[in-house]
């Protein structure tokens, strides 16, 4: 099925607030092989909310919604919603129920909280045990989820009450839909469609390329006929692509550079820990956001001064001295050190120059020394990285990742 995404809220169309809900529902759905026609982010005004509904729902099959149900004079979507679809504005008991604990003793607000419980005619609640529970509201035989947009909330209902409601309104089409996205590391957008670009030709075949950061995300649509037909164009397509990225292709669909590192060293019984000095605690970080990480990651030390290079990792002050920080010595004392401080079998150094100052003609900023330590022995080395701060140290950190990848 083909689907939209509208955002609302004032917040969002000013920039103080990133929509990332929007992002969230179209992976989703992505995944669970719908198509979005297309994405808007509209403020709070009714006449606006009503036109982008309206258009949406004549040429798409469903559309998610998320903002603008709250209890504020801003939170205008039910009303827009009402006047919109000619839906007048109904009483849900079940929400005033659950809200009711919070309007006793508190006169002031007990009409702003009553009005989360005024939904247009015909809504479904998604979750009536909700405060803000979400709906689902059939239009002309088209299905419309209206979700919050704090993220937390929106997030929860998409997964246990949307996407399952889609499977079952559309099971028998989602049947001839195959797609699966392809994550690549090392390797340009525009060497990744030149080698791609012959299979774009293929039939009922579609291909995308986004960069994500430091990685390329390659997209797979197959369309057919029947589930026998997609099934089989999927698979002769995915082995193409597979043999085509080769070891740049790291993993597939909701798969993370770190969470496939950490399935590999869990695979083969290793425990892993890092000692970062540029980064910052960002490689420890992107481990440990990988559920189940203590069963392969012991931990990290973030030694930024010389000081502390010494006194927690065991660097040799002659070796700061004769070759700085930022150099390969260093770098492996730091992978040696912190080995044999956490007694991981796997350790990884970092140590460079993120800038925008501190970079010199032999060691200009992005200066990067590496060193992994495996099997009790040390490879180390030097990149030499380019953009911002940030950018700087977010490549550094994506390719350390990737270092402990080829180790297996």
């Known amino acids: 099925?083909?689907?939209?995404?509208?955002?609302?809220?004032?917040?969002?169309?000013?920039?103080?607030?990133?929509?990332?809900?929007?992002?969230?529902?179209?992976?989703?759905?992505?995944?669970?092989?719908?198509?979005?026609?297309?994405?808007?982010?509209?403020?709070?005004?009714?006449?606006?909310?009503?036109?982008?509904?309206?258009?949406?729902?004549?040429?798409?099959?469903?559309?998610?919604?998320?903002?603008?149900?709250?209890?504020?004079?801003?939170?205008?979507?039910?009303?827009?919603?009402?006047?919109?679809?000619?839906?007048?504005?109904?009483?849900?008991?079940?929400?005033?129920?659950?809200?009711?604990?919070?309007?006793?003793?508190?006169?002031?607000?007990t009409e702003m909280l009553k009005k989360l419980a005024w939904l247009p005619e015909g809504a479904e609640l998604l979750n009536s045990e909700s405060r803000m529970a979400g709906y689902l509201l059939v239009y002309e035989s088209t299905p419309i989820f209206f979700l919050p947009g704090v993220p937390t909330q929106m997030k929860q209902l998409f997964v246990e009450h949307v996407l399952p409601c889609l499977a079952g309104w559309t099971q028998d089409q989602r049947n001839h839909i195959r797609q699966r996205v392809y994550k690549t590391v090392g390797i340009s957008?525009?060497?990744?469609?030149?080698?791609?670009?012959?299979?774009?030709?293929?039939?009922?075949?579609?291909?995308?390329?986004?960069?994500?950061?430091?990685?390329?995300?390659?997209?797979?649509?197959?369309?057919?006929?029947?589930?026998?037909?997609?099934?089989?164009?999927?698979?002769?397509?995915?082995?193409?692509?597979?043999?085509?990225?080769?070891?740049?292709?790291?993993?597939?669909?909701?798969?993370?550079?770190?969470?496939?590192?950490?399935?590999?060293?869990k695979e083969n019984g290793l425990m892993i820990s890092v000692a970062e000095s540029c980064t910052g605690g960002l490689l420890a970080s992107k481990m440990t956001e990988v559920p189940g990480s203590s069963e392969w990651f012991t931990g990290g030390v973030i030694a930024y001064t010389n000081e502390l290079k010494e006194q927690l990792l065991g660097v040799d002050n002659s070796l700061l001295s004769e070759y700085g920080a930022v150099s390969e010595p260093v770098a492996r004392s730091m992978a040696e050190?912190?080995?044999?401080?956490?007694?991981?079998?796997?350790?990884?150094?970092?140590?460079?120059?993120?800038?925008?100052?501190?970079?010199?003609?032999?060691?200009?900023?992005?200066?990067?020394?590496?060193?992994?330590?495996?099997?009790?022995?040390?490879?180390?080395?030097?990149?030499?990285?380019?953009?911002s701060r940030k950018e700087i140290q977010e490549i550094t950190a994506q390719t350390a990742l990737n270092l402990i990848r080829h180790l297996f």
């Open 337 to 387: 050190g912190v080995a044999a401080k956490t007694g991981s079998d796997v350790a990884l150094s970092v140590t460079g120059i993120a800038g925008p100052s501190g970079g010199t003609d032999k060691k200009p900023v992005g200066t990067v020394y590496m060193t992994l330590f495996a099997h009790g022995q040390t490879t180390s080395h030097r990149y030499n990285f380019s953009g």
């Open 1 to 109: 099925m083909i689907g939209e995404i509208i955002a609302i809220g004032d917040e969002l169309t000013s920039g103080r607030i990133v929509n990332t809900t929007s992002g969230f529902a179209a992976s989703q759905l992505f995944a669970a092989g719908h198509e979005i026609f297309a994405m808007h982010t509209i403020g709070d005004t009714p006449s606006l909310i009503g036109e982008a509904l309206l258009r949406a729902i004549g040429r798409v099959d469903f559309v998610v919604v998320t903002g603008g149900l709250g209890a504020t004079t801003d939170d205008l979507t039910n009303e827009a919603v009402s006047e919109a679809l000619n839906r007048p504005p109904t009483l849900y008991r079940e929400i005033l129920k659950q809200i009711q604990p919070h309007i006793q003793g508190n006169t002031n607000d």
């Open 189 to 265: 957008e525009n060497v990744l469609n030149r080698q791609l670009q012959p299979l774009e030709n293929t039939k009922n075949i579609k291909i995308g390329y986004y960069p994500v950061e430091t990685e390329v995300h390659i997209s797979l649509t197959v369309v057919g006929q029947s589930r026998e037909e997609s099934e089989t164009l999927f698979a002769e397509t995915n082995a193409n692509i597979v043999h085509i990225l080769g070891d740049n292709l790291y993993g597939f669909d909701q798969e993370t550079l770190a969470s496939v590192v950490g399935r590999l060293l």
